[in-house]
């Protein structure tokens, strides 16, 4: 009687053996990543709530998210981010997280606002300066500001009767001290021959200046003027002068004379 050998299977065979099980597992896996992948990453966003001192921002935000500017809402990577939020009048403020799929919400974050202490400088020096926005109204003559919010203000520069009105914007990274040139100044008027009266009217509001040559009128609002000389029989002559903040203008005007003619 013919007795067979009875062979163990090896561990190459069970390799053999489950090969394509493990391939087709494998590439199923993969394909399935991917799918996950490609229908989860554009739904993964960064939400967040952001105000400064309690209140919507006036102006927005800006969101850094690695050095990288990007928007709340807009598809971002995943992984560590380092996330800054800030805005031009608060102190920034650094969030570490590490984005998954979905949406990841960062919470309610309240910027605080700078404060300053700085100096406005303008030229000519005005009697009072008055920066007033949602924060409130400050005033001071010497142009010195302390504690001073910041934000984007309507300063008024006071000459007098005369207010000279300027859009100012104080970030959080101001200089501690701030030029700024009043649209108001000087003009000296003259006339060859050197008597006789004038005009001098603002092309744009057309109010009107009159008296007699020669004459300095100080605190006139920058602008365009015109300026009309009279002298006796002399033909009256009027000539443009541009008026520019902060600088004396000298105008002169020159008569002619009127031609009289006589009958024979």
Excluded at 149 to 177: C, F, M
Excluded at 189 to 205: A, R, V
């Amino acid at each position: 009687m013919e007795t067979k050998e009875f062979v163990l299977p090896t561990r190459l065979t069970f390799v053999r053996a489950f090969a394509p099980f493990w391939i087709t597992a494998t590439l199923c896996s993969v394909i399935a990543c991917y799918d996950y992948h490609r229908r989860h990453a554009p739904l993964t966003i960064l939400q967040a709530r952001i105000t400064v001192d309690g209140a919507e921002p006036e102006e927005g935000f800006d969101l850094v998210v690695n050095d990288k500017m990007a928007q709340l809402g807009n598809q971002i990577t995943l992984g560590s981010k380092k996330v800054v939020l800030s805005t031009a009048y608060s102190d920034p403020v650094t969030l570490n997280r590490f984005v998954w799929y979905g949406p990841n919400n960062l919470g309610s974050v309240d910027l605080h606002r700078r404060r300053l202490a700085l100096t406005v400088e303008a030229k000519p020096k005005p009697d009072k300066i008055e920066l007033k926005s949602a924060q409130g109204t400050f005033t001071s003559r010497d142009g010195s500001f302390r504690d001073l919010p910041a934000a984007r203000y309507k300063a008024t520069l006071s000459y007098g009767t005369l207010n000279d009105v300027h859009e100012l914007q104080i970030t959080s990274r101001a200089e501690s001290t701030i030029g700024m040139i009043g649209r108001v100044g000087a003009v000296e008027l003259s006339s060859e021959p050197p008597d006789g009266s004038f005009e001098l009217k603002n092309s744009q509001s057309l109010q009107s200046w009159t008296g007699e040559f020669p004459q300095r009128m100080a605190l006139l609002p920058a602008g365009e003027y015109r300026l009309s000389g009279r002298r006796g029989d002399y033909r009256t002559i009027t000539k443009k002068c541009d008026r520019e903040g902060g600088k004396v203008v000298r105008a002169t005007g020159r008569s002619a004379r009127r031609e009289v003619s006589r009958a024979s």
